[in-house]
């Protein structure tokens, strides 16, 4: 079994979705991603391209389009990040209310009451839970995949010296 790389921007999510059901997984992914970030620029670099639209691929695509940048500007809002301009297209917005799980008169005011202001401002009505993400100060983490290519080069260099130190220098001969 091939083990698929989780997206680490939203422009990954809607390039790795191919309908609806691959689009929730790939948001989840990205979700567990975030809470591994550690810098505000690693946070931006996560939300700045724009992702393609995914009202093309399948038929809840819109509110697909409309979710990724109420995210991203609920993102920016709470990390005081600056906002990507691909937010404010008309793409990103719906025309008409989508209240999730909106069978109950309940839920309906629920997700209404409960709706974060850049849901709410696209006509998305969600209870919308954005992972615990801790910023710290210093310098951002490394991943495991520059930490190998580090340790390579690192041992590389250490091998040159120790086959610059065998030769002998003439110079030095007694």
């Given at each position: 079994?091939?083990?698929?790389?989780?997206?680490?921007?939203?422009?990954?999510?809607?390039?790795?979705?191919?309908?609806?059901?691959?689009?929730?997984?790939?948001?989840?992914?990205f979700?567990?991603?975030?809470v591994?970030?550690?810098?505000?620029?690693s946070?931006?670099a996560?939300?700045?391209?724009r992702?393609?639209?995914?009202i093309?691929?399948?038929?809840?695509?819109?509110?697909?389009?409309?979710?990724?940048?109420a995210?991203?500007?609920?993102?920016?809002?709470?990390f005081?990040?600056?906002?990507?301009?691909?937010l404010?297209e008309?793409?990103r917005?719906?025309?008409?209310?989508?209240?999730?799980?909106?069978?109950s008169?309940?839920?309906?005011?629920?997700?209404t009451?409960?709706?974060?202001?850049?849901?709410?401002r696209?006509?998305?009505?969600v209870?919308?839970?954005?992972?615990?993400?801790?910023?710290?100060?210093?310098?951002?983490?490394?991943?495991a995949?520059?930490k190998?290519?580090?340790?390579?080069?690192?041992?590389?260099?250490y091998?040159?010296?120790?086959?610059?130190?065998?030769?002998?220098d003439p110079?030095?001969?007694?």
């Amino acid at each position: 079994m091939k083990l698929q790389k989780r997206p680490e921007s939203l422009s990954e999510v809607t390039a790795l979705s191919l309908n609806e059901e691959t689009f929730g997984r790939n948001l989840a992914d990205f979700e567990h991603e975030l809470v591994r970030m550690s810098s505000r620029r690693s946070l931006f670099a996560s939300i700045e391209k724009r992702p393609p639209l995914l009202i093309e691929r399948f038929a809840t695509g819109h509110i697909a389009d409309a979710w990724l940048a109420a995210y991203a500007e609920e993102l920016a809002f709470r990390f005081e990040l600056p906002y990507p301009e691909w937010l404010w297209e008309a793409d990103r917005f719906l025309s008409s209310p989508y209240i999730h799980d909106g069978h109950s008169a309940r839920l309906k005011v629920w997700h209404t009451i409960k709706s974060p202001p850049a849901f709410s401002r696209r006509n998305l009505f969600v209870d919308v839970r954005i992972p615990p993400i801790q910023l710290r100060a210093g310098r951002p983490r490394k991943s495991a995949r520059h930490k190998r290519e580090m340790n390579r080069l690192r041992v590389a260099r250490y091998r040159e010296r120790g086959k610059e130190s065998k030769v002998e220098d003439p110079a030095r001969r007694d």
